[in-house]
């Protein structure tokens, strides 16, 4: 077997069945496989349930739907932080809580001559950022320590443009960067023994692929929907300890594609309603490993947003509300409580979310500030030996070159 499996699933029992330290920042599942999936959006969208695929406007758009910068009227920079924190809960072990904070993305959109849109981005896809500590009773008595950290990166250019009243376009040239790094550290209880240190880095060659999307916007309605290509990647391994370097060259990891469809309907009032479907075709060869299997990501996301009143009397009134919920199906199948494989069967990670937020905006509209509240569950302790409840916060900060004027 591709000594890739203590990359990209390492242990894949140990975070889950022996958590008597610690499994420190992002999610406990994530160590089963290339890290857990990112919603890019930005807090205002969060909040929303990252229904974005049919949004529009001057500064209102989304990363999943190329499409949707074609209305933007000035330059605009954007940039999303997320903190969250997230309490795991074990069959055996009781339980335990980690906090973390990340940038999602940051985008740049300017306007050009001809009523062209450019946009620039870069985002997370997956985060792999893990910590694991567990007791190794076979052999000498001693207890090892596992950090990770990377995961997969897009670095993004988009071209968009009104073709008409109704009817917007746009493409995505993405490039695939990120990489994986773990450290090993095994601390025996024999002080005659030394510790024991081991690094392992995954890297690839930085290729691109294509997203296409287009919208269709009336009054009171609009749909959206986005593609995106697919990628086969070669990743190279470097594992180093203290006697030797070895370096593997030539493992695949297929980068699926997948495709996204939304709606936003206004049917009057200061309300809409968003909705959106996502999936992403990830396959069960996509790498191999007897530790991890895939299924195809799905995520169901649905939100309301009730515009705020500039004429009402309390601040409440003037703020926006935004409420969202979202399903999120990993594509990490995982191996089943008490088993070491996914010879024999897996186990799935499937997650919930409800979401609330609001924002404040400058008064020329370009300029804004939102902030988003998650809170949700994944996974099931009958079936991986662990459910893991978290709360994000998310805030963006939105500029244009109005918003100084």
Same mark, same amino acid.
């Given at each position: ?32 496989? /290339? @890290?857990?999936?990112?919603? *890019? #959006?930005?807090? $205002?969208?969060? +909040?929303?349930? &990252?229904?974005?695929? =049919? ?5 209102d ?13 000035h ?15 074990t ?11 990340t940038?999602p ?13 450019l ?6 896809g ?8 567990r007791?190794e009773s076979?052999?000498?008595?001693s ?16 071209l ?5 009243p ?9 490039? /695939? @960067?990120?990489?994986?790094? *773990? #450290?090993?550290? $095994?601390?025996? +209880?024999?002080? &005659?023994?030394?510790? =024991? ?11 691109g692929?294509?997203r ?14 986005a593609?995106?290509?697919g ?73 309301f ?12 009134g ?29 186990a ?9 937020g ?5 008064k ?9 509240l998650?809170g ?24 244009s ?5």
């Amino acid at each position: 077997m591709a000594r890739l499996v203590l990359v990209l699933a390492v242990l894949a029992v140990a975070p889950l069945l022996a958590l008597p330290g610690s499994a420190r920042a992002n999610s406990v599942f994530s160590s089963g496989g /290339i @890290g857990e999936p990112s919603l *890019e #959006e930005n807090a $205002r969208l969060r +909040a929303l349930g &990252g229904a974005g695929a =049919a949004e529009h406007g001057a500064s209102d758009f989304s990363l999943v739907n190329p499409a949707s910068i074609a209305e933007a009227q000035h330059l605009v920079l954007e940039a999303t932080l997320l903190a969250a924190r997230r309490s795991v809960s074990t069959v055996n072990y009781g339980d335990e809580s980690a906090n973390e904070t990340t940038f999602p993305s940051v985008r740049l959109v300017v306007r050009l001559p001809g009523s062209w849109i450019l946009g620039g981005s870069f985002l997370h896809g997956t985060n792999g950022q893990f910590g694991l500590e567990r007791p190794e009773s076979t052999g000498t008595r001693s207890l090892v320590e596992v950090e990770g950290r990377g995961g997969i990166t897009f670095a993004r250019a988009t071209l968009a443009k009104r073709l008409g009243p109704a009817l917007r376009a746009g493409v995505d040239f993405e490039v /695939i @960067g990120g990489s994986f790094h *773990e #450290e090993w550290e $095994r601390d025996f +209880a024999d002080p &005659g023994l030394e510790t =024991a240190r081991d690094t392992i880095d995954i890297t690839w060659d930085r290729l691109g692929r294509w997203r296409f999307g287009a919208q269709y916007v009336r009054p009171r309605w609009a749909i959206g929907a986005a593609y995106e290509t697919g990628r086969r990647l070669t990743l190279t391994q470097r594992e180093r300890t203290a006697a030797s370097d070895l370096r593997t060259v030539g493992i695949p990891l297929r980068i699926p594609d997948g495709f996204a469809a939304g709606f936003q309907l206004s049917p009057g009032g200061r309300g809409r309603i968003v909705g959106q479907y996502r999936r992403q075709n990830w396959e069960e060869d996509a790498l191999p490993s007897d530790l991890v299997a895939f299924r195809p990501l799905v995520r169901y996301s649905l939100g309301f947003e009730r515009a705020g009143n500039p004429g009402s009397g309390s601040t409440l009134g003037r703020l926006p509300l935004r409420i969202g919920g979202t399903v999120l199906n990993w594509p990490d199948l995982l191996p089943p409580a008490g088993q070491l494989d996914v010879v024999n069967g897996s186990a799935k990670v499937d997650e919930w979310a409800v979401s609330i937020g609001s924002g404040l905006r400058t008064k020329d509209g370009g300029g804004a500030i939102d902030v988003s509240l998650e809170g949700g569950q994944r996974g099931k302790k009958e079936e991986l030996g662990a459910t893991e409840t978290f709360f994000r916060l998310g805030l963006s900060l939105r500029v244009s070159d109005e918003t100084w004027r």
